[in-house]
């Protein structure tokens, strides 16, 4: 691979993008039906605490960074062939509405719904409602997050192969 703005920001894109699907992936694959075993009060805790933690800047210079990068990597590969071309714009647009944009209105407020419930002093009835609205919409906002962010990658690795 020759060393020019156009494969690094491609090289850095695609590196970004995966590691973002294979956050989502084994968060979906792994970590969700893991903690989904737990009582109420149990996975509630769990998953507070993993929010929690995930908010860091490594976490957000990746998964934010990624898209910033996919931009860089459009401009920089404008002059290489359309077909090229429209497969980074693609791959660079499925990331940003179905990975950012899926978080950012799906996933994010049921984080803060969560992050703001007080846990230790709910009841029994009170968790269950609360496991029961945040649960089930998540897995879905997720889901789309782990199909979004693969087919993303997958595309971004083709783009590479056939630059």
């Not at 090289?11 to 075993?37: D, E, R, S």
């Not at 507070?48 to 590969?77: C, D, T, Y």
Request: hydrophobic fraction near 50%.
């Amino acid at each position: 691979m020759e060393l020019t703005t156009s494969n690094l920001s491609l090289f850095a894109a695609t590196l970004l993008i995966g590691l973002t699907a294979g956050l989502c992936f084994t968060w979906g694959n792994a970590v969700t039906p893991g903690i989904g075993q737990l009582d109420d009060l149990g996975y509630l805790q769990s998953f507070q605490k993993m929010n929690r933690s995930i908010e860091n800047p490594l976490f957000f210079m990746v998964f934010i960074g990624s898209f910033f990068v996919g931009l860089a990597a459009l401009f920089f590969n404008k002059t290489v062939s359309p077909e090229h071309f429209r497969l980074l714009l693609v791959a660079v647009g499925i990331y940003f509405f179905g990975v950012i944009l899926v978080t950012v209105m799906g996933n994010v407020p049921l984080n803060q719904l969560l992050d703001k419930t007080d846990l230790t002093t709910s009841s029994t009835e009170e968790l269950k409602a609360l496991r029961e609205r945040f649960e089930i919409p998540w897995n879905r906002f997720h889901l789309i997050r782990v199909l979004a962010s693969m087919v993303s990658f997958a595309m971004l690795i083709i783009a590479g192969i056939n630059k």
